[in-house]
DNA sequence: CCCTGTGAACTCATTCACAGCC
DNA sequence: GGCTGTGAATGAGTTCACAGGG
């Protein structure tokens, strides 16, 4: 932002913030739903209401797209999910390969909403080869060694990984040397791969934990709001056992048996 | 932190950073890898790197834990297990219930980082008639109308919704309402909750959506390089079309055709 | 008036850089 | 000497509050 209209094209340039994009989905999903209702026009309160943050913050993701609203009116349904599909790249179509047929992998070959919205299932690659010529969702299932030659003949630059986590890093390193630049990640393994690549991930057990976390701690308030002294997990300190003054482990070694695996 | 140690109890108490409690799954996954494999100790560079970030990040995170480092060594390998599990609240065990026993649900159920970590799967329930009594992952599948006794009877404070988009706000209001206070959900859908209750969100679309993004710009920035003037999502500018200027749609309304569904 | 668009203030998060301790 | 722990500096993101166009 700064002081003045810096050098700039004509229109606002690069650099949308990376919150803002991330929640562009949100909006653009919201005003879907309204454009099938036939709604013509939306303020920002109630698109901010249906997409589940604040007006203020909405306003200020639009204007990092330009000013596409009208001042006293709101925003035009169907010109604003054009302008948010055309930003987030979703007029164009995506094929995605989903590498790792297991559970997760068919599930989401399987799901619908991938299809929506400009992205295609171009491949399914499994190393079992079993399952090679198998159909999931209509799609025949590849083996692993043609994995190259797969994603470039697809064009494949967005892979969805859903191998066991021993392999997701092997699986990465090869989808990006056959040109993918674009990962999202279901495998609970960091992966590490060269600039210019993007990684994203989802892991179900990272969002558990954190909301154990919060749970906790709603457990701990509550019974500190009934008076008792409860168990807030600092308030329980005195830890169980502690390396030892100046030392290594402590040879007590004495800990709870935590974490099964 | 700050002047002085202020009127706090003995140790540090409340108010982790989000973005430190969101970290401390990863750190505890790495950690995990390293007892494993027997490692005594690491050092906050070392662990950095196998949890993906880096190091003054790190240091900065386990500070708001407490002081659990050595100076000029590192940190004991299986106390920061401990450490973290307790902090995380993974010392006790938490019933999870997953509603929504389609694809998805019986991917999660069947997936094994559910079981690890504190998490066991309680129950698994599900709106259809015909699939009650069905086993999935070895659990038979309850019917949607017995879910608050389910609930309750389990002791369930986090629930995992994998319905359809449609049914999702229905069933987390049953899931509020039976007691549940944690949520994570896998639905397309913006779910309205009372205060106390945290839900998080697994959206494969939108994640994808946010690579399309990026992919697209680098795509842009590809040609740019290359000399040619590029599809660059900005430059491209001179909309399509335009609200009339003083009025809604615009009746010429012509559109690219975007958006499937 | 109504509602958008946006500087300015503020809050939260990351990074730097070094004092302190082993 | 090496590595943690942490104030201070910087940067990103959010919220405020109001100017400005319909």
Redesign the pocket.
Known sequence: ???G?THRPAT?SRGI????VA?LPLYLRALTALSERSVPT??????AAAAG?????L??????L??????????DVEYLVYQISRELGLTQDWPVAIVGIGNLGAALANYGGFASRGFRVAALIDADPAMAGTPVAGIAVQHTDDLDRIISDNGVSIGVITTPPGAAQQVCDRLVAAGVTSILNFAPTVLSVPDGVDVRKVDLSIELQILAFHEQRKAGEEAAADGRTAVDPDTEEAPPMRAT??GRKGPDGDMPAVMPA
């Not at 939306?42 to 698109?47: D, F, K, Q």
């Not at 943050?53 to 913050?57: E, G, I, P």
């Not at 330009?66 to 925003?75: A, D, K």
């Open positions: 932002m700064a002081t209209r606002r913030p990376e919150a803002t929640r939306v303020s920002s309160e109630e698109l943050v604040n007006s203020a913050k306003r200020k993701d639009f204007s990092y330009g000013s596409y609203g009208t001042r006293g009116v709101g925003y003054p100046a």
